[in-house]
């Protein structure tokens, strides 16, 4: 088992997304979802970047243990996880949706959903995230989770280095700093979803 770190720009319950009783990471962190293996941990610290989280670093955001690792397409297709298809017109639940992209019979390039990770009228420099998100063809699922989201417990000073600087993850050596950070997100103590994302109030993303 190996604990990876990594700091978030934003939060808006889509990467990850915490809902219908399964915390997915199926978009964003291309590093983390190539490497995690079943029984890592992953957490996610609110990031001090001036656009995105700043204004609650060094809030843990979410932490999640893997137990499957699915293929876009076992994603589509797995019924467990229809409510995650994204609604972009619906309530902010569904509108954060991550179960989007899969192959048609027949077609080798990739289909997706209108999602927080493409809108029609948006511009795609180099493919946009729809070509990073599937650069990875690997998602992490776990309902073994606790997300806080904007209300995240925070961590001390002594504790900012078992994170990386600024991007990328990391993976923290055993020892009792990384103990004391287990200890202090919960980690033999999933307790599901207990907050709103963060970014559920930019008018960038959600009206009103």
Same mark, same amino acid.
């Given at each position: 088992m190996v604990t990876r770190t990594y700091r978030m720009d934003h939060d808006l319950g889509f990467a990850p997304n915490p809902y219908f009783g +399964?915390? &997915?990471l199926a978009c964003c962190m291309p590093q983390i979802r190539k490497s995690a293996k079943l029984g890592d941990i992953i957490i996610g610290l609110a990031g001090a970047g001036k656009r995105g989280? $700043? $204004?609650i670093h060094p809030q843990i955001v979410y932490w999640m243990r893997v137990q499957e690792i699915l293929s876009f397409d076992e994603y +589509?297709?797995?019924p467990r996880f229809i409510n995650k298809t994204p609604r972009i017109n619906g309530p902010k639940i569904r509108m954060v949706g991550d179960r989007t992209y899969r192959h048609e019979p027949n077609d080798p390039d990739w289909s997706f959903e209108r999602s927080m990770h493409y809108m029609p009228n948006a511009p795609q420099t180099n493919g946009g995230h729809v070509a990073k998100d599937t650069k990875v063809d690997r998602l992490l699922l776990s309902e073994d989770f606790t997300y806080w989201g904007g209300?995240? !417990?925070?961590?001390p000073p002594h504790l900012i280095g078992l994170? !990386?600087?600024p991007r990328g993850q990391k993976c923290p &050596?055993?020892?009792p700093l990384l103990n004391e950070l287990h200890d202090l997100v919960g980690v033999h103590a999933p307790k599901g979803v207990t907050g709103d994302p963060a970014d559920w109030h930019n008018l960038k993303y959600f009206k009103g």
């Open positions: +399964w915390c &997915s989280l $700043r $204004r +589509w297709t797995d209300i995240g !417990p925070t961590i994170f !990386p600087n &050596s055993e020892g």
